[in-house]
């Protein structure tokens, strides 16, 4: 493909840069890798690259989606803004799944271990990582998570990701699903204003609903929105203070969960 | 700040790849659905390039409508 224009043809590229020498180019500039062997040392010369930006962190999360299927543990990516209700999902989903399936949960922020000792205080098993300035979560802050969590076979580690719609978004971690939280507190155009994380989500999970009698919020201008920007995007709505939703959510985080030990079982499966 | 790290490993694959060479030009490409910002990836640059072997490079930015985010090529002498 044609990496200067991208626009897929094979052509020779016209280029727009002085070469700061005095002869006359007698060949088609091949871009040439490597080394040259032109005398003229201070011949300016082009190489080209052509290496994904998020290679590092792209590799690494290949590397942990890996081992998390060879382990079988299923991680599901919490993103949302600050306050958009992560942590106490968290603590209501902790207590009612814990019997069901051994659990872990890795708390992403800036500073602090209080949400870490939230989800121990609701019964759960958490290991805080702190960014620093740092505005997201990266793969291989999970590789050693996950590690420090030290899961049994078949288990969910749930990770709360630095509250931020953004840049979270961007950054693979090799889970098994992206999940993004916003509040009925929020905009309704939510969707639409921070499109990129509602596309990479697999559920978007509405909280507060318990708060909707106090708020303008129209839900179902905000889900058309969030299925403009991901026609596929599942939906549920929860509050965790009254309760409601909240096992229909654990039902879907057991069934997606099922459904990545069953992928990983038949991947390692060797059929004679 | 996401563009901070990005340009972080950008610098590292660079300077592993030119042993001596001295960098005149990084051009990347950035697509506007890529979720990178062009304006944050030319400030984190400068800032990163800073006592390494890129420092005082130009980066050039091909901006597309595609969700690209890469490094294409390097003019170098």
């Given at each position: 493909m044609c990496a200067t224009c991208g626009c897929g043809a094979d052509h020779e590229h016209a280029h727009d840069h002085d070469h700061d020498h005095g002869h006359d180019h007698d060949h088609v500039h091949p871009h040439e890798h490597g080394h040259h062997d032109h005398s003229d040392a201070d011949r300016v010369r082009t190489i080209r690259l052509e290496r994904d930006l998020l290679a590092k962190n792209a590799r690494l999360a290949a590397e942990n989606r890996r081992r998390f299927a060879e382990q079988r543990v299923a991680i599901f990516n919490l993103i949302g803004s600050p306050g958009a209700g992560k942590t106490a999902l968290l603590e209501a989903v902790v207590p009612r799944l814990k019997g069901a399936l051994p659990l872990g949960v890795l708390e992403g922020d800036q500073a602090t271990d209080y949400d870490a000792k939230r989800i121990e205080r609701a019964g759960g098993r958490a290991l805080q990582i702190n960014?620093?300035?740092?505005?997201h979560l990266d793969a291989s802050m999970i590789e050693t998570g996950v590690r420090g969590l030290d899961v049994p076979r078949e288990s969910v580690v749930f990770v709360e990701n630095?509250?931020?719609?953004?840049?979270?978004?961007?950054?693979?971690?090799?889970?098994?699903a992206k999940i993004v939280v916003m509040s009925v507190t929020e905009g309704e155009d939510k969707p639409r204003k921070y499109p990129h994380v509602f596309r990479a989500a697999q559920l978007f999970v509405l909280t507060k609903i318990d708060l909707q009698p106090m708020v303008r919020l129209d839900q179902e201008r905000c889900f058309a929105f969030a299925r403009q920007v991901n026609p596929d995007l599942q939906i549920l709505r929860v509050s965790a203070t009254s309760g409601q939703g909240i096992d229909a959510f654990c039902t879907w985080i057991q069934t997606e969960a099922t459904r990545a030990f069953c992928d990983a079982r038949s991947a390692t499966t060797v059929t004679p | 700040m996401h563009e901070l790290s990005l340009m972080e490993d950008l610098v590292e694959a660079v300077t592993s790849e030119i042993g001596d060479a001295r960098v005149h030009v990084v051009r990347l490409v950035v697509g506007s659905e890529a979720g990178a910002s062009p304006h944050a990836l030319r400030f984190c640059f400068e800032v990163c390039t800073h006592g390494t072997a890129l420092e005082g490079a130009a980066l050039e930015i091909i901006e597309t409508s595609t969700d690209e985010l890469r490094l294409a090529e390097l003019e170098v002498t």
């Open positions: 960014t620093g300035t740092g505005c630095v509250g931020n719609l953004v840049c979270p978004a961007l950054f693979d971690l090799g889970e098994t | -």
